[in-house]
């Protein structure tokens, strides 16, 4: 989809438009501490794509203004804008033009609070948004980096859809660890009510050496797992990290998630590391796959806990980048301060 940039007369100059978009995720299969490739511990983590809500962003650049002058839209949007505002040094810089200030703004559907991605995707948004402004399409590597300077830890939702593992704290890819994730369908659900979570709450893990052994083999693991596209394999995977994560977020609700996927022939489960968002794993050639589906989602709602949508690893669909910057470059598809929460649609 191409969106023109427009222009309009203002007072400081000549105004310009651009517009960005980000999709989320559903959490995490894998995430843990790693060795990178100089044999150095650092936090990684493997998300799992979820089509479907995502944060568009639009930012009116006005030359001649203040740097300082940057406004946002809804005002708690603070990383958004943090991210717009070093987006406009490195644009300005490559095109050799003075930085200015603009207005943000900001919409979308994804829920907060819930480990999906919400702020990584409005920051990632506006840093496409303010490229587009500028004519530019930035590389993903640059988008990682301010990022994360913008919100300390980013998903790597500005990456193409194979499955990477990612230093979410230093902005760079680990590992590519395939083409794609072996086929799956996941029953998604919300734990605690679908209350939001403040990552920043959240106790810090720390790691040993045989944490750094499991989470090494786990990655070794899913290595497998998407070479041979084993759908068991993944959800051992995926079971195995959330288990760990479970030692940190306490979900009153994990067992209960566990037995009903042992119950209805489900291959594993996955969790936000950082939320409550999860998912209950199925191969795709599992025999009564429908029955199995529903009665996964009679259980879950059995058991108060809210049955949010069903999808699949291989039918991501493609993203939407928007802006006449980012023209034919689609590609598969914690939270700032307190706003209001979207409803994820139901199963």
């Known amino acids: 989809m191409t969106v023109a940039t427009t222009r309009a007369a203002s007072g400081a100059g000549t105004a310009v438009v651009g517009t960005?978009?980000?999709?989320?995720h559903h959490g995490e299969i894998l995430q843990g501490v790693f060795l990178d490739s100089r044999g150095r511990r650092c936090a990684g983590l493997v998300t799992l794509p979820m089509p479907g809500p995502g944060a568009r962003a639009e930012f009116?650049?006005?030359?001649?203004?203040?740097?300082?002058?940057?406004?946002?839209?809804?005002?708690?949007?603070a990383k958004a804008l943090r991210a717009a505002v070093l987006a406009v040094r490195e644009c300005a810089a490559r095109r050799r033009e003075p930085v200015c200030g603009g207005?943000?703004?900001?919409?979308?559907?994804?829920?907060?609070?819930?480990?999906?991605?919400?702020?990584?995707?409005?920051?990632?948004?506006?840093?496409?948004?303010?490229?587009?402004s500028f004519g530019l399409r930035l590389p993903p590597e640059t988008i990682a980096r301010l990022s994360v300077r913008a919100e300390r830890?980013?998903?790597?939702?500005?990456?193409?859809?194979?499955?990477?593992l990612f230093a979410q704290r230093e902005g760079r890819v680990l590992e590519v660890l395939g083409d794609a994730l072996p086929p799956a369908v996941v029953v998604g659900c919300a734990l605690g009510g679908g209350k939001p979570v403040d990552t920043l709450s959240?106790?810090?893990?720390?790691?040993?050496?045989?944490?750094?052994?499991?989470?090494?083999?786990?990655?070794?693991?899913?290595r497998r797992a998407i070479a041979?596209?084993?759908?068991?394999?993944?959800?051992?995977?995926?079971?195995?990290?959330?288990?760990?994560?479970?030692?940190?977020?306490?979900?009153?609700?994990?067992?209960?998630?566990?037995e009903i996927g042992g119950r209805v022939g489900a291959v594993g489960l996955q969790l936000a590391h950082s939320g409550n968002v999860a998912g209950v794993l199925f191969d795709p050639a599992s025999p009564d796959l429908d029955r199995r589906l529903r009665?996964?989602?009679?259980?879950?709602?059995?058991?108060?806990?809210?049955?949010?949508?069903?999808?699949?690893?291989?039918?991501?669909?493609?993203?939407?980048?928007?802006?006449?910057?980012?023209?034919?470059?689609?590609?598969?598809t914690g939270p700032d301060t307190s706003r209001r929460r979207t409803r994820l649609p139901a199963l």
Do not use: K, N, W
Request: glycine share 10%; hydrophobic share 35%.
């Open 20 to 24: 960005g978009h980000a999709s989320c």
């Open 153 to 164: 830890a980013s998903d790597p939702l500005m990456l193409d859809g194979r499955p990477l």
């Open 228 to 258: 041979e596209a084993d759908p068991a394999l993944l959800g051992r995977v995926a079971t195995a990290s959330a288990r760990r994560a479970q030692r940190v977020l306490g979900h009153d609700e994990f067992d209960a998630l566990v």
């Open 295 to 332: 009665r996964c989602a009679r259980a879950l709602e059995d058991s108060g806990i809210p049955v949010t949508r069903t999808f699949t690893t291989f039918t991501t669909g493609e993203e939407l980048m928007d802006g006449r910057a980012h023209s034919g470059s689609g590609r598969p």
């Open 60 to 77: 009116t650049r006005r030359p001649g203004t203040a740097p300082e002058d940057v406004s946002v839209t809804p005002d708690d949007r």
């Open 202 to 222: 959240l106790p810090a893990q720390a790691h040993d050496d045989e944490d750094l052994h499991a989470y090494e083999r786990l990655r070794s693991l899913l």
């Open 103 to 132: 207005e943000l703004r900001l919409s979308g559907d994804i829920p907060v609070g819930l480990g999906m991605g919400s702020s990584s995707s409005d920051v990632i948004a506006a840093i496409r948004a303010v490229a587009d």
